[in-house]
């Protein structure tokens, strides 16, 4: 049972908000030494774990790039090219957006999108962009909520799309896991069956995107009065 | 043959770079500090073979010491005023368009044609590394049409990466850093307690409370390591194979895929999900670091009911 005692070091660090850096090393910490390590080992370990995920923060490559992109007008141009669009509303952006980004997923193409190089860039701006031209004095916290729906959407997206497609990790990873207990499954079997909940993920967050028009146009109509 | 390998060197020299122009930066309060943990990160990419297993450690334990003790800073890299950027929209327009379209373009292009190409025998690229290498590829080839189309000098894309770098913070390396403690989790048996556990409080006599501990158990039990690959092979061992599939008779692939989508909501609901919810908040300069995970929750929570019901409703005809 002691073991879980690293699991509850991060619940409690991650809700105090510590920095999460030092809670997730002394959780590794705690976890060790209760399962009979030394901290010597354990220091070992998760030293060799983040040499061999160094993978993860390949990504970052492409920090200059869109940083450069910035300098120089992206955001401000995609702003501007989407208000001219009166039919464009913030969740019907969006909702475009969750399609292209379960469709592309599905079909196995992960990182034709992302929060670095499309949400940053372009989607965020420009569905702030389209409830500017609805209400001029869209207040912050406004922004800020499109904002964090624009990156909800690409995560949304690409979880109820991927595993339509059969070559993809987690499928790869139960076809393995299931083949090891005797119990053998095609990749297409596992797919077929994400499929209802692909199309129940798009109406349910799809009604969400619609929903938040809704409530920022009424916070306009409510400001002319 | 290109590997990881290569990109690493990569990405050394551009936290090394990073690290180089921090120091310099003299609007940074903490300059030095911050130097010190880009220049840790750039190390492990440049030297993380060559340290040992300990050396890695000690670096890791560094680099939390650093961001824990408050050490990163933000300096005020050159770059164009709101101003500029209106000015550069109507100046450039629709040529913006061009590097940002050639990111995805060189990704999906590369993903497919790298791995085609036959260096000596061996393809250019493993097919598995491919989509990260193209992405890379990607990256500078926009990164330098950018630099031409608009006549930016070399110094540019560095000053802007840094900024960005200094938006993320610390942040930057959280995802590798909950990757590392999902491998020290698994060294431990973490998982083997908690499937213990979900498979002692499963009833044997009630199929629904059977689906709803599977269903739910993935979300938490992803929620805590961060991943539901993680998560996955714990509850599948512990309740999904022993009750839903042999005594329910449970039809495999639909408890798998159902389960791991059911998983992927408790992604959706969890800091240390990093990448997918902690980065992007950090991206879009968002005061409150869980606004993403708050706008996710709904349609997590709607989404877990669903899975539940369609396993219910679908898996044990």
New interface residues.
């Given amino acids: 049972m002691w073991t879980l005692l690293g699991v509850g070091v991060v619940i409690v660090g991650f809700a105090l908000r510590v920095n999460a850096l030092l809670v997730v090393i002394t959780a590794a910490l705690v976890t060790g030494l209760m399962a009979g390590l030394s901290a010597v080992e354990v220091l070992s370990a998760f030293g060799k774990a983040f040499n061999d995920s160094r993978f993860v923060s390949i990504a970052w490559l492409v920090l200059p790039v869109i940083g450069l992109l910035e300098r120089v007008g992206l955001q401000e141009h995609a702003r501007s090219f989407i208000s001219r669009f009166k039919a464009v509303t913030t969740g019907r952006l969006l909702l475009l957006y969750l399609a292209f980004r379960q469709v592309t997923a599905a079909i196995g193409l992960l990182s034709v999108a992302g929060h670095a190089q499309s949400v940053k860039p372009l989607i965020a701006p420009m569905a702030e962009a389209a409830a500017e031209v609805r209400n001029k004095d869209i207040s912050d916290a406004d922004r800020e909520d499109i904002r964090a729906m624009s990156a909800a959407t690409d995560n949304v997206g690409l979880f109820f799309g991927e595993d339509v497609f059969l070559a993809i990790g987690s499928i790869l990873l139960m076809v393995g896991f299931l083949a090891a207990n005797n119990i053998i499954v095609a990749p297409l079997e596992l797919s077929l069956w994400a499929i209802p909940t692909a199309i129940a993920a798009f109406l349910v967050h799809g009604a969400r995107l619609v929903l938040l028009d809704r409530n920022l146009s009424g916070k306009s109509a409510g400001g002319r009065k | 043959m290109i590997t990881?390998s290569t990109?690493?060197v990569?990405?050394g020299l551009?936290?090394a770079i990073f690290a180089v122009l921090t120091l310099r930066d003299w609007t940074n309060p903490k300059n030095y500090t911050t130097a010190l943990f880009w220049g840790l990160?750039a190390t492990?990419?440049l030297a993380?073979?060559l340290i040992?297993?300990?050396?890695?450690?000690?670096?890791?334990?560094a680099?939390?010491?650093v961001?824990?003790t408050g050490g990163l800073g933000m300096g005020r890299p050159d770059?164009?005023s709101a101003d500029?950027?209106?000015?550069?929209?109507i100046t450039?327009?629709?040529r913006?368009?061009i590097?940002?379209l050639m990111?995805?373009a060189i990704?999906?292009a590369g993903?497919f044609v790298l791995p085609a190409i036959p260096i000596g025998g061996e393809p250019l690229v493993a097919a598995k590394?491919s989509?990260?290498i193209?992405?890379?590829f990607a990256?500078?080839a926009?990164?330098i049409t950018?630099?031409i189309l608009?006549r930016?000098n070399i110094s540019?894309?560095?000053?802007?990466?840094?900024?960005?770098?200094d938006t993320i913070g610390?942040?930057?390396?959280?995802?590798?850093?909950?990757?590392?403690?999902?491998?020290?989790?698994a060294?431990?048996?973490?998982g083997n307690?908690?499937g213990d556990i979900a498979s002692q409080v499963v009833p044997h006599d009630s199929l629904l409370i059977a689906v709803i501990v599977y269903c739910v158990g993935m979300a938490l039990f992803t929620m805590?390591m961060g991943n539901?690959?993680a998560a996955?092979?714990v509850l599948?061992?512990g309740v999904g194979?022993p009750f839903l599939?042999e005594d329910f008779g449970g039809n495999?692939?639909?408890v798998?895929?159902?389960g791991?989508?059911a998983g992927?909501c408790g992604?959706?609901m969890t800091?240390?999900a990093?990448?997918?919810?902690?980065?992007?908040?950090a991206?879009?300069e968002?005061?409150?670091r869980n606004?993403?995970i708050?706008?996710?929750i709904?349609?997590a929570l709607?989404?877990l009911a669903?899975?539940t019901a369609?396993m219910y409703a679908?898996a044990f005809n």
């Fill in positions: 990881y990109l690493y990569l990405a551009l936290f990160f492990s990419f993380g073979d040992g297993d300990l050396g890695n450690g000690i670096l890791v334990l680099l939390a010491l961001a824990g770059t164009t500029d950027r209106k000015a550069f929209a450039f327009r629709h913006l368009m590097p940002a990111i995805p990704t999906l993903t590394q989509t990260l193209s992405l890379a990256a500078i926009a990164g950018a630099m608009f930016q540019a894309p560095f000053q802007e990466g840094r900024r960005l770098a610390w942040a930057a390396l959280l995802p590798q850093m909950l990757a590392s403690l999902g491998a020290v989790f060294l431990a048996g973490v307690v908690v805590v539901a690959f996955f092979p599948m061992a194979i599939i495999p692939a639909a798998a895929a159902i791991m989508l992927f992604t959706l800091p240390l990093a990448n997918f919810n902690i980065v992007p908040a991206l879009l968002l005061k409150d606004h993403v708050r706008a996710q709904p349609t709607i989404m669903l899975n369609l679908l």
